[in-house]
């Protein structure tokens, strides 16, 4: 069990075809009017809030992400997730089946409920209202708030493309080829992206599409599509001993507070999937409001240990796949391609957990337990990919000496044990040394993922030009 010391820390780091009960005729925005502001939730919403600036805890101070002033910028590499999406298929479908068994209970006792009283509204619309949605990306023009959706997709892709446009000018140059996975959300986030680049600086984007669908070995943006025995979950028995008292208590407190209503803790557990998609979609969420702030950071808790031992550093094979993207981030380091220095990329947040989990930078000598003190680690999952998350390499130079650092979700992470450069960054040959050290205690992606016959690294960032990724968008991840 979490102390309560432990807990009371945590609660301290934060001081989205069934039918409406009542369709409204001008959608969500007249309900969503003067609503409470739902922010400070994002961090405990586990990856499927809308994005967030990474939480600087007591481990770190808040570092200057501005370029040192006595510093030349000369690459930058970016690995982003898709920004605000509606729920895949299984997630709308159990987001559904919870919403129509709440909706089945009387319109008098949900009235009288003091936690779902906003089932009957007349101007709540609830935002799954057809399968039409299900795995897009959220834009201005298919939320239920429109434009006034502050949380939508598209917008989090354009104010990541115009920070990016005018923090890396320098760089960008006049022609940038951008590289994303062939789901139609991360295409979506790209383009959006791209025209932030074009519109600020004029400049001309190739955009190339890799597949993620197929098995293509390391080249390419989604390498565990390939790792035929990625996705095995290790220390299940760890995941299954975290406390799920708080979805017991849920299911209680809205089961006593609601006539007629039968909710499980299975379904208890879904409500905060509902309230993360609702506010991706919607811009608020009336179902996020049952929560206790100790509720959410059980949330959080038991998410955290389920992405550590899934696409986290403390399953093995993660590292590995993860070493495909550090690999190449090196390679473009000693050998960039001669006709640009920016190197972005799109893909999901699997992605990103898998490259953060290589390079280390949040590794915790003692691993995750379901007694684990998690007031001693930055490992979030939710906090490393909120949508639309990214992580920037930088590499920038200081009188006669070459450094690298890392930025992710607009905050500096320093390396581990590598960070008194300029703007707490490394110096690069240190970071070889570094890299070189991480590699030999990670076995290769091919002898982990038992790979034959297909590439084994991301040969895409020079060999574009000939090869032209035009792989098939897809609505369907895999």
């Known amino acids: 069990m979490i102390s309560q010391q432990t807990l009371s820390i945590l609660l301290l780091i934060s001081s989205a075809s069934a039918l409406p009960i009542f369709n409204s005729k001008n959608g969500n925005s007249a309900y969503n009017a003067n609503k409470p502001d739902q922010s400070h939730m994002f961090p405990f919403l586990a990856g499927s809030a809308p994005y967030f600036p990474y939480p600087i805890s007591d481990n770190y101070y808040k570092i200057d992400t501005a370029i040192p002033e006595t510093c030349t910028l000369k690459q930058v590499q970016s690995l982003g997730r898709h920004g605000e999406r509606y729920p895949g298929y299984g997630e709308g479908e159990t987001i559904k089946e919870v919403y129509e068994t709440i909706a089945k209970v009387s319109k008098k006792n949900l009235a009288d409920s003091e936690y779902l009283s906003f089932m009957v509204d007349p101007t709540y619309e609830f935002f799954l209202s057809t399968n039409a949605s299900l795995e897009l990306l959220t834009t ?4 239920i708030n429109g434009v006034l959706n502050p949380y939508a997709g598209e917008l989090t892709a354009k104010k990541f493309g115009t920070a990016f446009a005018e923090k890396y000018q320098s760089i960008i140059g006049d022609k940038l080829p951008i590289f994303t996975a062939s789901n139609l959300r991360v ?8 025209d932030m680049l074009n519109q600020y600086l004029g400049t001309e984007i190739d955009m190339q599409v890799l597949n993620e669908l197929e098995q293509t070995g390391g080249n390419s943006l989604t390498p565990s599509e390939t790792c035929n025995v990625w996705d095995v979950i290790v220390h299940q028995d760890i995941i299954d001993d975290v406390d799920d008292t708080y979805l017991k208590n849920i299911a209680s407190r809205l089961n006593n ?6 909710l499980t803790s299975d379904d208890a557990s879904v409500l905060f999937t509902w309230c993360a ?6 811009g608020y969420s009336p ?3 049952i929560f206790t702030q100790e509720e959410l950071v059980w949330n959080s808790i038991a998410d955290d240990v389920y992405g550590y031992y899934v696409d986290g550093p403390g399953n093995p094979l993660i590292k590995s796949v993860g070493s495909v993207f550090f690999n190449a981030s090196v390679e473009l380091l000693k050998n960039p391609p001669k006709e640009y220095n920016a190197y972005v990329s799109f893909a999901h947040d699997v992605n990103i957990q898998h490259l953060v989990a ?3 930078l949040f590794d915790d000598e003692i691993p995750m337990t379901s007694d684990f003190d998690f007031s001693n680690t930055n490992n979030k999952k939710s906090w490393i990919v909120p949508m639309g998350a990214r992580i920037q390499l930088e590499n920038y130079e200081c009188g006669n000496s070459s450094y690298v650092r890392y930025i992710l979700n607009d905050a500096v992470i320093p390396i581990p044990k590598c960070s008194t450069g300029p703007g707490f960054s490394c110096e690069l040959n240190d970071f070889y040394k570094y890299y070189d050290t991480r590699m030999s205690n990670i076995t290769d992606f091919a002898t982990a993922c038992n790979i034959t016959n297909l590439p084994t690294y991301q040969s895409f960032y020079w060999d ?3 090869v032209n990724y035009t792989a098939p968008l897809a609505v369907g991840s895999y």
């Not at 201005?140 to 939320?143: I, N």
């Not at 507070?257 to 039968?262: A, Q, R, S, V």
């Not at 998609?277 to 919607?282: N, Q, T, V």
């Open 140 to 143: 201005t023009t298919d939320s």
């Open 257 to 262: 507070g609601t006539k007629g209503l039968n």
């Open 277 to 282: 998609y609702e506010i991706d979609a919607a």
């Open 358 to 360: 290589a390079i280390g």
């Open 187 to 194: 295409f979506k986030t790209a383009s959006y992206f791209s």
């Open 464 to 466: 574009y030009q000939n």
């Open 287 to 289: 179902i996020c409001e």
